[in-house]
């Protein structure tokens, strides 16, 4: 089976528009995302603006490999105009591996949750996708609230110390 084409539209949730990642985003995503509190999960650093848009100029171009689709978006707060984070999936034959991140400002209001039931509905129109799948910290609560939130499971497999949550999706 082809892998899906998940064609770059933007998906609407109730207070939120997922755009589609552009290279632009990056100054303003790189404020967003510019508190060191969100990596003491996922390790690492704040990115620079510059070091920021090369990764999107990545993420843009798309995988190098045929058979696996990179979609990323960012959320926009459209009472406010402004960019609150990002979700991704990464599509490899029938499973979407998906992640989020919610700027420290907008946390605590349900965003991540809501971005990523809107993004495991969209996951769930795509013929070719049979599980959606996350990884989470065994210590982070509030990811782990957002898997639940968009309807992924934990599993008892780990990865890399964090827990698989999964989602069958029916057909």
């Known amino acids: 089976m082809p892998p899906p084409r998940l064609p770059a539209h933007t998906l609407r949730t ?15 995503m ?4 510019s508190d060191p509190a969100l990596h003491t999960f996922i390790g690492g650093a704040p990115a620079t603006p510059e070091a920021l848009r090369s990764r999107y100029e990545r993420l843009v ?6 058979a696996v689709v990179w ?3 960012v959320l926009r707060l459209r009472e406010e105009g402004c960019l609150v984070g990002t979700v991704q999936a990464t599509v490899t034959g029938e499973v979407a591996e998906i992640a989020w ?3 420290t400002p907008w946390q605590g209001r349900g965003f991540a949750g809501e971005a990523a039931r809107g993004l495991v509905g969209r996951l769930g129109e795509e013929p070719g996708v049979r599980t959606v799948v996350a990884h989470v910290h065994p210590d982070h609560r509030a990811s782990a609230a957002v898997a639940a939130a968009a309807g992924l499971g934990p599993t008892d497999r780990y990865q890399d110390g964090e827990v698989r ?7």
Do not use: M, Q
């Open 14 to 28: 109730a207070r939120l528009d997922l755009l589609p990642l552009r290279v632009e985003h990056a100054g303003e």
């Open 30 to 33: 790189a404020k967003v995302l």
């Open 61 to 66: 171009a798309g995988s190098p490999d045929p």
């Open 71 to 73: 979609c990323n978006w």
């Open 101 to 103: 991140v919610v700027g």
């Open 165 to 171: 949550w999964e989602l069958p999706l029916r057909r």
